[in-house]
C-alpha cells in the first residue's frame, strides 16, 4: 500500500495561520510610534548637527575644519585610533582564540574581564589612570623621576581608548569561533599544515566578516571616545585634544558654529559607519549580528 504524503501548508484549500496575532490598528500604532521615536531622538539631532554646521556658510565651515587646533584634533584622533584599534585587534584575536578552542581553567573569569569595560563608566575608567600614573599616584614619581609622563599626554589617551574599546573585537569573534568549531583545524593539522598556515587558510576565512566587524566597531567607539578621553587629556589645546574634546572646548566658548562643523565629522564617520555594519552583515549572513552572537 502507497502512503500519500502529508499536506504540504501551501496546498490549495488549506487556510494559512499567520504568526501575526495583533489586530492592524495595534500594528499601525507600533510602526508609528517607533517612526516618531527615531524622528525625534535619532533624525533631527543628526540634521540639526549638519544644518547648524552651515547656517554661517560653506567658507566658516571650512575654516573651521582647517583650523590649526581642529587638524591637530583630527590627527590626534586618528593617532589614537591607529594605535588602539590594532593592539585590541590582536587582544581580541588572541582571547577568542583561547575561550573557543580551549578549556582551562580562569575561563569564565577572562570572559568577565572582557566585559568588564562594558560596565565600568568611562569617566571611572579614566579616573583610574590618573590614580595609577597621575603626579600622586602609585606610579606618578617613578614615572616623574625618569621623564615619563603618561597622564595628560597621548600615552594616556591611548590607555584609556584601549580600555574602553577592549571588549569589541573579542565580544564578536567569541560566538563565531564557538559556532565554526575545531574540526577544520583538526583535520588540517592532521593533514601536515603548520599552525600559522592553518590559521590563515582555516580559521581566517572562517571569522572574516566577524572580525572586520569587531574592528569596525572598535575604530568608532575609538574616533568617538569621550568620557575616559577627557579625564586624562588635560584638555591642552593641539597637544591632548581629541575631536570629541575639541568640539566641546569650542561649544563652551560659544563658537557654535565651528563646534557643529567639526561635530559633523563625527557625524559622518557615524554613518559610514552605519553603512559598512549594513554591508557586513549583508554579507556575512546571519551569523555577524550586533551583537556577534550568530
Not at 572582557?114 to 614619581?141: E, K, M, Q, R, T
Not at 559622518?268 to 555577524?288: I, S
Amino acid at each position: 500500500m502507497r502512503l500519500s504524503a502529508p499536506p504540504h501548508p501551501t496546498t490549495p484549500g488549506l487556510r494559512r495561520v499567520s504568526p501575526v496575532t495583533e489586530r492592524p490598528a495595534t500594528r499601525w500604532l507600533l510602526v508609528v510610534t517607533a517612526l516618531v521615536f527615531l524622528l525625534f531622538f535619532l533624525l533631527m539631532p543628526l540634521a540639526a548637527v549638519f544644518v547648524e554646521a552651515l547656517r554661517m556658510g560653506i567658507g566658516p565651515y571650512f575654516a573651521a575644519l582647517v583650523d590649526p587646533d581642529a587638524i591637530a584634533a583630527i590627527k590626534l584622533t586618528l593617532l589614537v585610533a591607529a594605535i588602539s584599534v590594532p593592539l585590541n585587534l590582536i587582544f581580541g584575536l588572541c582571547a577568542a582564540w583561547s575561550i573557543a578552542k580551549f578549556q582551562f581553567k580562569g575561563k569564565s573569569l577572562l570572559v568577565t574581564l572582557i566585559d568588564l569595560p562594558f560596565s565600568v563608566s568611562p569617566v571611572i575608567a579614566g579616573l583610574i589612570y590618573v590614580l595609577l600614573f597621575g603626579s600622586s599616584g602609585w606610579f606618578g614619581p617613578w614615572l616623574a623621576g625618569h621623564d615619563i609622563q603618561i597622564v595628560f599626554a597621548v600615552p594616556g589617551i591611548v590607555l584609556a581608548t584601549i580600555f574602553v574599546t577592549l571588549p569589541f573585537v573579542a565580544r564578536e569573534l567569541i560566538p563565531v569561533m564557538q559556532q565554526s568549531g575545531t574540526d577544520d583545524e583538526e583535520a588540517a593539522l592532521s593533514l601536515g599544515a603548520s599552525g600559522w598556515r592553518t590559521f590563515l587558510k582555516v580559521t581566517l576565512p572562517n571569522i572574516k566578516w566577524g572580525l572586520l566587524y569587531g574592528v569596525l566597531l572598535c575604530n568608532a567607539r575609538a574616533m568617538g571616545e569621550f568620557g575616559a578621553v577627557s579625564v586624562v587629556s588635560g584638555h591642552i589645546r593641539s597637544f591632548t585634544n581629541t575631536m570629541p574634546l575639541h568640539v566641546e572646548i569650542l561649544y563652551n566658548e560659544y563658537n557654535f558654529a565651528a563646534a557643529f562643523a567639526v561635530a559633523s565629522l563625527l557625524a559622518v564617520l557615524a554613518l559610514v559607519t552605519l553603512v559598512l555594519k549594513t554591508c557586513l552583515e549583508a554579507r556575512g549572513g546571519p551569523g555577524v549580528s550586533s551583537s556577534g552572537r550568530p
